[in-house]
């Protein structure tokens, strides 16, 4: 097939599915089955109404190596969709009196440092409107750390005297830092560990036998295994410790188990009304406590609203949605990256209220395919067309050409990657990420005085580019 037939190939997928015929459920097995079969989506949905399932499928595999299918009942990671979990024990301890949003940090750690410990509260660590900064705050952070095992006083102390990004309350900015020490002040005030506090306050409560927090030793019946895709395939997901993730994203769970979650919650079994309301009240930037909030547009008059949170981590993405207004619940967990559970998400929605959906073919996959069997010259033609035509109607992007550059280079192939990465630098000229990668490219492939000088042109771009800077000084 030559590289025009490749380009109409991709095209057709993309504009021939404005709607699917039938019901709700063989509407979402159509748009599940291009997912799957273009984009790579492995993992399980569920949709349910009232608690009413309408929908529960999985799709792919759970374990690729030993062909075991992804179901409802399969376990996933579910990531920072952990934190609803945190801020309802937060909440259940406020409704306690023994602890208030009000507080700040050195109520609860005497010896946290100041002036952050006397600053920031239990309110701001909720809302991510703390200032403290998210993993980039420690630079290669996962890199140096996300395999290590840490008591979670000695991870705390690893952040709680990073600098600020503003003045706590006037910005919001999402860190998982800021959950993380949720989860420790937790252990502090319960006396508890907080797996245990977990189970005994939420999940032995609500009988969510298959939820839990991670532990990579723990035998777990349907677990699903994480997955990276890889230019034309898969590879297993590196290993990150989760104790580095405490009440922030160290959580398992399966949709049916999640189901039970929402039930809870559309019922107030585990805390009043008022309180549990503040989880939905948004504090900034349309996030409360644990949930952010917003509208899905369904037409140009016509929206939806939704209360909603993502998680990621290696080999994983979720998204759990619900459309309280209707007291619909929808979730898609995949064990694959990178997961387009938004696209998915937004599109069930669609569905759900009779809309046309919109399905895009996945413009690496596809880029990856056409290196595969034709060549760099080709699969660098084919994004390159896909891009610039704008009568594509195509999102494509940096991350795609991205994807692929970072892919060759964890295998070698440093000037595939080059090549890849210069054509992303003259397609997004002035994005400093892009002559970054640019630069670790050359860097990787021996040619140093170019890397210098693609960090020089970063640096241009964004002098306080905190990455570039370090790459800079470790050459120096």
């Known amino acids: 097939m030559n590289r025009l037939s490749l380009i109409a190939l991709f095209l057709i997928v993309l504009v021939s599915s404005p709607a699917y015929a039938g019901d709700i459920s063989g509407r979402i097995d159509s748009l599940l089955d291009l997912y799957h079969t273009h984009n790579n989506f492995n993992g399980s949905v569920l949709l349910a109404k009232n608690?009413?399932?309408l929908y529960a499928k999985?799709?792919?595999?759970?374990?690729?190596?030993?062909?075991?299918?992804?179901?409802?009942?399969?376990?996933?990671?579910?990531?920072?969709?952990?934190?609803?979990?945190?801020?309802?024990l937060v909440l259940q301890k406020v409704a306690e009196g023994k602890m208030s949003p009000d507080s700040v940090i050195r109520t609860y750690i005497p010896d946290y440092p100041a002036p952050q410990g006397d600053m920031i509260t239990i309110h701001h660590l909720l809302s991510h409107t703390s200032g403290m900064p998210h993993y980039a705050g420690?630079?290669?952070?996962?890199?140096?750390?996300?395999?290590?095992?840490?008591?979670?006083?000695?991870?705390?102390?690893?952040?709680?005297?990073?600098?600020?990004?503003?003045?706590?309350?006037?910005?919001?900015?999402?860190?998982?830092?800021?959950?993380?020490?949720?989860?420790?002040?937790?252990?502090?005030?319960?006396?508890?560990?907080?797996?245990?506090?977990?189970r005994e306050r939420i999940l032995d409560p609500l009988a969510m036998k298959h939820t839990g927090v991670e532990d990579h030793r723990r035998l777990l019946d349907n677990r699903a295994s994480g997955y990276n895709f890889l230019l034309d395939g898969f590879e297993r997901a590196p290993f990150r410790d989760l104790s580095t993730a405490l009440a922030t994203g160290d959580m398992y769970s399966s949709p049916l188990d999640m189901l039970r979650w929402d039930s809870a919650l559309r019922k107030h079994r585990l805390l009043g009304k008022d309180l549990q309301d503040l989880m939905f009240t948004p504090v900034h930037d349309d996030y409360g406590y644990g949930w952010r909030m917003g509208y899905v547009q369904l037409s140009n008059n016509d929206s939806v609203y939704y209360q909603q949170h993502t998680g990621g981590t290696n080999g994983f993405t979720t998204i759990g949605t619900r459309l309280p207004d209707e007291g619909y619940y929808l979730l898609v967990f995949c064990n694959t990256r990178p997961g387009e559970i938004r696209a998915i998400e937004n599109n069930i929605i669609r569905i759900i209220y009779d809309q046309e959906v919109s399905f895009k073919p996945s413009l690496r996959i596809a880029a990856a395919r056409v290196l595969k069997d034709k060549g760099v010259e080709a699969s660098l033609a084919f994004i390159r067309e896909m891009i610039t035509d704008k009568e594509n109607d195509n999102d494509a992007g940096f991350s795609d050409i991205?994807?692929?550059?970072?892919?060759?280079?964890?295998?070698?192939?440093?000037?595939?990657?080059?090549?890849?990465?210069?054509?992303?630098?003259?397609?997004?000229?002035?994005?400093?990420?892009?002559e970054m990668l640019l630069g670790d490219a050359y860097i990787a492939a021996g040619y140093t005085e170019k890397g210098i000088k693609a960090y020089a042109r970063a640096l241009l771009i964004d002098p306080v580019h905190q990455n570039v800077r370090r790459r800079m000084k470790e050459l120096f």
């Open 51 to 53: 608690g009413e399932i």
């Open 58 to 88: 999985g799709v792919g595999y759970a374990n690729m190596e030993h062909r075991i299918p992804n179901t409802p009942q399969t376990v996933f990671r579910i990531a920072s969709n952990s934190k609803q979990f945190t801020a309802m």
């Open 402 to 434: 991205s994807g692929i550059a970072t892919d060759l280079m964890s295998l070698n192939r440093n000037d595939e990657a080059i090549a890849f990465l210069e054509l992303g630098t003259a397609l997004f000229p002035g994005s400093a990420h892009a």
């Open 138 to 198: 420690i630079p290669d952070f996962f890199r140096l750390y996300g395999r290590q095992q840490f008591h979670h006083r000695e991870f705390v102390a690893l952040f709680w005297d990073l600098e600020l990004l503003f003045d706590p309350g006037e910005d919001f900015s999402y860190s998982s830092f800021g959950y993380y020490l949720l989860g420790y002040i937790l252990e502090e005030v319960s006396g508890k560990s907080f797996p245990a506090l977990l």
